[in-house]
């Protein structure tokens, strides 16, 4: 009666990934328990969390090296697997609200999340930003919900805006990965997309580990360039951002409980260190508690099971 806070599976979106073919269900041997599912399988996976009463799912494609470029021009093919994925799952559960990723690194050679000056090396945010509303529009059309940019160009959530407002689709919502620090947390979520990159790091467009201010500031501009949710990634390590983000926004605040904060719990349960479940919903509710409306966890058709019983 008197808690404060509460865990339900409403609250919860179920990252996915997905790869091309039929029958598939490749284990992710960084994160056991996850897999990439070929559209057939993601489907019926997909109507597994529905019935738990999880909400949304996300979306993340791995494809084929030949598919890749340095223009990463596969990101806005309107026929490729990711757009024929987010109409399938409109078609079949249409309540099943769908979030998808905005970013180039799953289609680039380089393995970033804009494009790459070849001759030095320097990340090119304007020339990305084309790119990114291509990317929209083509996710859009295809019957996305919610666009979730997590690529951290400056600008993008109000360019995004703007293209999706022009073309009628004002009711697409848009997750910005409002502060998404540049973490080594990200390893498992890069072996299940092979999309690591390939020369240098991601520190020159994602957030240093160090700041707080710059993560309001950020939520600021967001905000103000037309933002649906504000978003900390990773979340375990940065509870406190999360908290002063929910003391600065009255918009919806997301956590994502990313891939590495997911196999180290899994790996610690196999070695029967800890209580699996316990841990579990545990680490969801410091999200709620910190203040975060939504969380994005792979442990959301576990935990939906484990608050249901």
């Not at 196999?270 to 910190?290: H, N, P, Q, V, Y």
Request: hydrophobic share 40%; with cysteine; proline share 5%.
């Amino acid at each position: 009666m008197v808690r404060e806070n509460h865990l339900l599976p409403s609250d919860l979106i179920a990252p996915l990934f997905l790869v091309e073919g039929s029958g598939i269900k490749s284990p992710i041997p960084s994160m056991p328990g996850q897999f990439r599912y070929s559209l057939d399988l993601l489907l019926k996976h997909c109507i597994e969390l529905y019935d738990l009463g999880i909400p949304c799912v996300a979306l993340f494609p791995a494809i084929s090296d030949h598919l890749k470029t340095p223009n990463a021009k596969e990101a806005y093919n309107k026929d490729g697997l990711y757009q024929r994925a987010i109409a399938e799952i409109k078609n079949k559960l249409p309540n099943l609200m769908v979030m998808t990723d905005i970013a180039l690194d799953p289609y680039s050679s380089d393995g970033h999340d804009g494009l790459v000056d070849a001759k030095t090396g320097e990340i090119l945010n304007d020339e990305t930003l084309e790119i990114l509303g291509k990317m929209a529009m083509v996710q859009a059309q295809a019957g996305a919900d919610i666009l979730g940019p997590s690529d951290m160009m400056d600008g993008r959530v109000g360019y995004l805006r703007k293209i999706l407002d022009s073309d009628n689709f004002s009711q697409v919502s848009i997750m910005s990965y409002t502060a998404k620090y540049a973490s080594a947390f990200y390893g498992p979520f890069r072996d299940a997309l092979n999309s690591a990159p390939k020369k240098g790091d991601k520190k020159t467009y994602q957030m240093d580990m160090s700041n707080v201010r710059e993560a309001l500031r950020e939520a600021k501009l967001d905000e103000a360039e037309g933002a649906d949710f504000l978003m900390v990634k990773p979340g375990l390590a940065y509870l406190d951002v999360i908290a002063r983000l929910r003391d600065h926004t009255y918009l919806p605040v997301a956590a994502y409980n990313v891939s590495g904060e997911y196999s180290m719990v899994k790996a610690a349960a196999e070695k029967g260190w800890i209580d699996e479940d316990k841990i579990i919903l545990e680490t969801l509710m410091s999200f709620k508690r910190a203040g975060a409306d939504v969380v994005l966890t792979y442990f959301a058709g576990q935990a939906a099971k484990l608050i249901v019983s």
